[in-house]
T-cell receptor, first 116, second 112 residues
Framework: EPEVTQTPSHQVTQMGQEVILRCVPI?????FYWYRQILGQKVEFLVSFYNNEISEKSEIFDDQFSVERPDGSNFTLKIRSTKLEDSAMYFC??????????????FGPGTRLTVL | SQKIEQNSEALNIQEGKTATLTCNYTNYSPAYLQWYRQDPGRGPVFLLLIRENEKEKRKERLKVTFDTTLKQSLFHITASQPADSATYLC???????????FGKGTSLLVTP
């Protein structure tokens, strides 16, 4: 069964460093998302991406964050200058349909980011 | 502000019983509502989606209801099994957006 994959599974970085989290969405999906979950808290939406552009972003997704689909399979989240409060589990998700179809989203296993 | 509330206390039930989880929301007019399961350290896994014009949806041992007047969804697991033990997340989406807004989840423990 197709699944969303994410690498690395765990990333440790120093405050102020740049990190890139990588995701391979399910191949026939058109909509891609990043969410994060701080330990013990709810899953929070960061950004959605369709047709090579951001379709929606939350207040959390400020200028320190960026997303890219550098090729036909990968989808990345970059944090330019990490802060302690960026420590969280980051989930990538994808879906066949987006706004129009209201379909389910398939989540990857997550990347645990630890900022020291 | 928009709020999605799920039972914060863990729900402990005996195997074979029906588990009922609640999702209430305020200041929100969702076009659809989804339920996900999350195991510790893992990503959410989709279970069921129900649209605003649907009252009830079923899938095997799972049943979801959606009452837009009460602003509430109920999630039922019948004939529960220890393998059903997990955190269950309610997520709302609006017609005009792509984001899923999640509740904090309710932890379910099914004991033999």
């Amino acid at each position: 069964e197709p699944e969303v994959t994410q690498t690395p599974s765990h990333q440790v970085t120093q405050m102020g460093q740049e990190v890139i989290l990588r995701c391979v969405p399910i191949s026939n999906h058109l909509y891609f998302y990043w969410y994060r979950q701080i330990l013990g808290q709810k899953v929070e939406f960061l950004v959605s991406f369709y047709n090579n552009e951001i379709s929606e972003k939350s207040e959390i997704f400020d200028d320190q964050f960026s997303v890219e689909r550098p090729d036909g399979s990968n989808f990345t989240l970059k944090i330019r200058s990490t802060k302690l409060e960026d420590s969280a589990m980051y989930f990538c998700a994808s879906s066949v349909l987006g706004l129009a179809g209201h379909s389910e989203q398939f989540f990857g296993p997550g990347t645990r980011l630890t900022v020291l | 502000s928009q709020k999605i509330e799920q039972n914060s206390e863990a729900l402990n039930i005996q195997e074979g019983k029906t588990a009922t989880l609640t999702c209430n929301y305020t200041n929100y007019s969702p076009a659809y509502l989804q339920w996900y399961r999350q195991d510790p350290g893992r990503g959410p896994v989709f279970l069921l989606l129900i649209r605003e014009n649907e009252k009830e949806k079923r899938k095997e041992r799972l049943k979801v209801t959606f009452d837009t007047t009460l602003k509430q969804s109920l999630f039922h697991i019948t004939a529960s099994q220890p393998a059903d033990s997990a955190t269950y997340l309610c997520a709302l989406g609006a017609n005009s957006g792509y984001a899923l807004n999640f509740g904090k989840g309710t932890s379910l423990l099914v004991t033999p």
